[in-house]
């Protein structure tokens, strides 16, 4: 029968150690349900109480029981693992009790881990960057961010699918290494060209108390939207690095230039979308994303260099904590115009913000490297930076325009990308798209004189 054939199987793979072995079972859907198995409506619909009873009696099963577990299976599934479990348990906390007084550091590192708190001092070493009108690509100077929190938590273990040189996810420091049977201890995992697998097996090791990282370019999101929303359903503190993250991929074209997939991921609930728009927001980006406990989050990274702010000039980097803050503001803090952007077009935003000062035109710059962050602030806060009185508002970024109307209003403008992009140069895709400073400045006026006439 059947379940002769079942064991013979099993027991020729368990005789089998040179290579591996392929059982094909053959299933019926629904199957006992006399008239309803092998059938769309066993998959799709409710067998009913009718057809249980049925089912139940081709199974040898009480018809009329309900719930019913029987005292075997019981005794099987709770009783005996219960009595059994105990006795690791135990097992588990004397070899726990060792462990404290023969490895104090490493007994604390396996408490923390399990308790998703970070070692003492995790985040007292971390890079700055000075003011450059030049700048680095956000994958630059996030890939600094990620080695210097690394090096203080050991249990930050990660890597990308066959993409760390360009995602700049190499774990660089002395005994980082690469994970491999000959070195479990290493740090980087090479998973090869296969997002989903790759996301899937990040949050398994997260299930561990590790806490894992995966990197690759954003347009691959696609690839990993499975484990990205179980790691969302299950909570899990996973960090997924995308960096190439515009049309800012120039030459590579539309195929490679994400549009639709920022929208995608802020879509999802319970996930963090973080998109810094220079290198100490990148730093203070993937702080946040490690103090998450219960949830994971997305570090979107550019490909080209994007300006570093003067912090001494500009608000402090820290704001990003907070989702959106005020980068630059106009004189005596009442604007007529807010400019808002995320990640590479922060700098434009500024660029156009100088411009719009040296002409009279009071203007505020708004980075808003996480909506979620900044839907988790209270009333007065969203309102001290984004006041409902200031109805002229331009947003700004290269993607999809979804989800802007709730910030820009119904007549606010934006600078945003209705197609999908091209094969070119950067700079010929941004005067192509309106990415350009005369464009954002021509926008800001046409908004600040509706803001006049409101007023």
């Not at 005996?80 to 479990?85: M, S, V």
């Not at 120039?250 to 991921?265: M, R, V």
């Amino acid at each position: 029968n059947d379940a002769e054939a079942l064991a013979a199987a099993l027991h020729r793979f368990k005789g089998n150690t040179g290579k591996p072995t392929l059982i094909v079972v053959d299933s019926l859907i629904g199957y006992g349900a006399p008239n309803k198995q092998n059938t769309a409506a066993a998959h799709g619909e409710p067998l009913g109480a009718d057809e249980i009873k049925l089912a139940k009696k081709a199974y040898g099963w009480p018809e009329d029981a309900d719930f019913l577990v029987p005292d075997e299976a019981r005794h099987h599934l709770r009783d005996a693992l219960l009595e059994r479990a105990s006795g690791l348990y135990e097992d588990w906390n004397r070899a726990f009790d060792r462990l404290r007084q023969d490895d104090p550091r490493r007994a604390d590192e396996l408490q923390r881990m399990r308790a998703g708190e970070m070692p003492e001092g995790w985040d007292a070493k971390l890079p700055s960057f000075d003011a450059d009108a030049k700048g680095v690509a956000s994958r630059e100077s996030g890939g600094k961010a990620l080695n210097a929190f690394a090096e203080q938590i050991p249990w930050l273990v990660g890597g990308a699918a066959d993409l760390a040189p360009s995602t700049k996810t190499n774990l660089k420091f002395d005994g980082a290494g690469s994970f491999s049977a000959r070195e479990p201890a290493g740090r980087n995992m090479h998973f090869g060209i296969r997002e989903h697998a790759m996301g899937s097996i990040a949050n398994g090791m997260a299930l561990c108390y590790l806490r894992s990282f995966t990197a690759t370019f954003l347009v691959f999101s696609d690839y990993m939207k499975p484990p990205i929303r179980l790691a969302s359903i299950m909570e899990l503190p996973v960090v997924f690095v995308f960096t190439h993250d515009s049309i800012g991929v120039g030459e590579d074209g539309p195929t490679h230039q994400p549009i639709e997939h920022l929208a995608q991921l802020r879509a999802t609930p319970g996930l963090l979308t973080l998109r810094p728009g220079d290198a100490n927001e990148a730093v203070q980006a993937w702080k946040i994303a490690l103090q998450q406990t219960n949830r994971p989050s997305c570090m979107v990274l550019s490909r080209q260099p994007l300006p570093t702010l003067d912090r001494s000039k500009y608000a402090s980097a820290e704001g990003v904590a907070q989702g959106a803050y005020v980068v630059a503001d106009a004189e005596g803090g009442k604007p007529e115009v807010i400019l808002m952007a995320t990640g590479s077009e922060l700098g434009l935003a500024m660029q156009a913000y100088e411009q719009l000062k040296g002409e009279g035109v009071k203007a505020r710059v708004v980075s808003m490297p996480c909506w979620e962050l900044f839907e988790e602030q209270d009333e007065a806060y969203k309102q001290s930076v984004l006041p409902d009185e200031v109805l002229g508002r331009v947003a700004i970024e290269q993607a999809g325009p979804l989800g802007w109307e709730r910030y820009i209003g119904r007549k606010g403008a934006s600078v945003t990308m209705s197609t999908f992009g091209a094969s070119a140069p950067i700079g010929k895709l941004q005067a192509k798209y309106g990415y350009t400073v005369d464009n954002v400045v021509k926008l800001a006026k046409e908004q600040a004189q509706r803001q006049g006439s409101a007023t």
